[in-house]
């Protein structure tokens, strides 16, 4: 399970958000789930999180977002659990050394995962992680479309994504294992992310990581592209 992975890390995060918007800056989470799994003397452990995330005063759910994943504001009050709660779930999580985290599409969450503990003075336990996005290593096995749904589709995957953020981090670790049995090289695509060379990369770079142009139709795998 993993093994090209797990021959560096004693714990593979699998994380997954829902937001307000697309702006890290300006949107905020509101559903933050996570699947820690680790090994320890050959014996296999996880660990779940799944929290809804209150919204800040003045702020309002887009109609849109609710469509999409089927939260309310309703949902967020009465069971969505405070940000400074959320922050130290999450860190808690994250505290042990070698340990990988990892998203479909992982830019996008790591962007609202810094803004995000930044304001509670723990975006450095960030610092001491190192990242894999899994949608930069499912360009390089699939042609387009791209979407966490096609990649399900394709593999054949049992969890299907339905943009609530528990089932999108369990699809996304299926697809992880998936893609190993196919070729267990993702181990190259620690800290590379790939990026559309027509729009470049979205939001804030992450000085731990490489990025790299990553066209539709690769024909080698991105990690050719650098010198390891």
Known sequence: MLNSLFSHFDSIIVLDTETTGLDYRTDEIIELAALKVSVKDGDVS?????LLVRLSDGKTLPRNITQLTGISEEM???NGASKADVCEQFSDMIMESKTLLAAYNAQFDLCFLYSFLAKFGASSLLKQLKFLDALTIYKDRRE???KLSDAVSAYSL???NTHRAIDDVKASFELL?????ESADLDRY???????PKYGVSGQKISS???VAQSYYEKDKLYKKIHV
């Not at 996880?46 to 799944?50: F, G, I, K, R």
């Open 46 to 50: 996880s660990q779940e999180l799944d």
């Open 158 to 160: 049992k969890t299907q």
């Open 144 to 146: 387009y479309p791209h």
């Open 177 to 181: 294992q998936a893609m190993e049995k």
């Open 209 to 211: 990581i490489t990025y």
């Open 76 to 78: 967020l009050l009465q």
């Open 190 to 196: 620690i800290n590379l992310f790939g990026y559309n």
